[in-house]
């Protein structure tokens, strides 16, 4: 769909009571020295000084450098900063990320507006925990009883889809929480295909929410909900700010449950969603799902952080009549006193009939990864054959679009830009090559 600007009423009044102070992350020294679980993913939102910032809050969907939401950023000596506060030096260290994975990134961009580079990039896991349920046939599953949501993009690591788990498997899914109380996974890793092996293996589940139903204090330990999921702490618990109710924390457990059902936090970290420490001059991108949508003002927000339409708005995808609580949409513009103002909105997904289940929009260039590279072939043939970029298994065929003179019996070696969609096979998820180009 072609996109269409719109015009919108005048800014909230109530805009600056949306603010909430952001904890700043720590410099790359100092963010080494972080307690397991308590730094990282989740909490970056300042720029650094110095030229135009940008700030994106998204799924990775290519390599070469990196690329969060279709847009491409230099990564050379970024810091990644992962949940358990451990930092590594892009150029320098391997990459732990992947495809899926929802991030938060911090940059600069060029006087020319063309060539932005990433200086830090956040990420983690929204939950990792026993599967306790699976419907295969509506795509879903449940850890802790929460249901996870898949599409069409979710990119499986190491199995075969939602029809390869079973009950008791331990899973880490990245994702965007919905308005539903759900989670739409965007990248999913099996960890063990037992509680007792996940144990054994000394490994933590995780968790990501509000507190609900507080009670008790520090000294004499706490109990409290996360997304229904009882949690427990006591005199061992490592804490990174004070829980309250309402409050979001990523809270890291012991996979034992304790005897009356809860689960003990090893390390909690309160987190908060602001865009105070944005600067208006920066490039600002938010993916996620609309939630407190006041037609009247304008004003929403997504992926928890405040937003409001500015006076003319570019919508890609949909209208401005589709805009809606529980719809996922990239949200771009300039942050103004906290809130996103902005000014292009593009729909990934729409809910048209109102029953509350969005479905995802589909066809658009910027759904397609991307990976440029050295390609490596395993099976090049002559009309298809398969190939690794960047870390990825990637396969070509009838349908893929060769230019500049390439082919399956040429790209061997050849550094080049691919354009692909992913495919689920049992062992994970590949990439289905739609373009392959030399990459200049």
């Given amino acids: 769909m072609n996109p269409v600007t719109h015009t919108a009423g005048p800014e909230p009044a109530n805009a600056g009571t949306w603010r909430r102070r952001l904890q700043v992350v720590l410099a790359c020294a100092a963010a080494a020295l972080v307690a397991a679980c308590g730094g990282g993913g989740g909490d970056t939102a300042g720029v650094g000084t110095g030229g135009t910032g940008s700030f994106s809050v998204g799924t990775v969907t290519g390599f070469g450098s990196v690329y969060v939401n279709g847009v491409r950023y230099e990564d050379n000596g970024a810091r990644v900063i992962d949940d358990d506060g451990t930092v590594k ?40 925990g026993p599967v306790t349920a699976v419907d295969a046939a509506a795509g879903t599953f449940e850890v802790f009883g929460i249901t996870v949501r898949t599409t069409s993009s979710t990119v ?17 899914v990245h994702g965007l929480p919905d308005t539903g109380g759900r989670i739409v996974a965007t990248y999913i890793e099996r960890e063990a295909l037992t509680v007792s092996d996940f144990a054994a293996g000394d490994g933590e589940y995780r968790l990501r929410g509000t507190i609900a139903g507080l ?44 005897g009356d059902g809860s689960y003990l936090a090893e390390r909690l970290k309160m987190r908060s969603s602001s865009l105070d420490d944005v600067s208006s001059s920066s490039e600002t991108e938010l993916e996620g799902y609309v ?9 929403f927000r997504v992926a928890g952080y405040a937003a409001k339409l500015g006076s003319a708005v570019t919508y890609e995808d949909g209208v401005a009549a589709d805009l809606k609580n529980g719809i996922r949409v990239e949200a771009k513009g300039s942050v103004q006193n906290g809130v996103l103002v902005v000014t292009k909105l593009e729909f990934k997904s729409l809910d048209s009939d109102d029953d509350g289940n969005d479905d995802e929009v589909s066809g658009g260039s ?22 690794t970029i960047k870390g990825e298994t990637v396969r070509y065929d009838s349908n893929t679009e060769f230019e500049d003179g390439l082919t399956g019996a040429t790209l061997d070696g050849r550094t080049v830009e691919v354009k692909a969609e992913p495919e689920v096979t049992a062992s994970g998820t590949i990439y289905r090559a739609t373009r392959i180009k030399l990459d200049d």
Avoid at 236 to 242: A, E, I, L, Y
Avoid at 291 to 299: H, I, L, R, Y
Avoid at 374 to 385: I, N, P, R, V
Wanted: charged share 15%; net charge negative.
């Fill in 291 to 299: 939630s407190d949508f006041d037609a009247a003002t304008g004003s």
């Fill in 89 to 128: 030096v892009l150029g320098t260290d391997d990459n732990p990320l992947k495809v899926g994975m929802v991030v938060q990134l911090t940059g600069t961009v060029d006087d020319s507006g063309t060539v932005r580079t990433a200086t830090q990039i956040a990420y983690g896991a929204e939950i990792k």
């Fill in 366 to 387: 910027d759904d397609e990864n991307t990976f440029k590279g050295t390609a490596s072939c395993t099976s090049c043939g002559a009309s298809s054959g398969t190939f």
């Fill in 156 to 172: 499986y690591a190491d199995f075969g889809g939602v029809a390869s788990l079973a009950p008791g498997n331990v899973v880490e």
């Fill in 215 to 258: 009670a008790g204090n520090a000294s004499a330990g706490y109990l409290f909900t996360v997304r229904g999921v009882a949690v427990r702490t006591d005199a061992s618990t490592d804490f990174d700010g004070t829980p309250a109710n309402g409050e979001s924390v990523r809270v890291c457990q012991n996979p034992v449950p304790l």
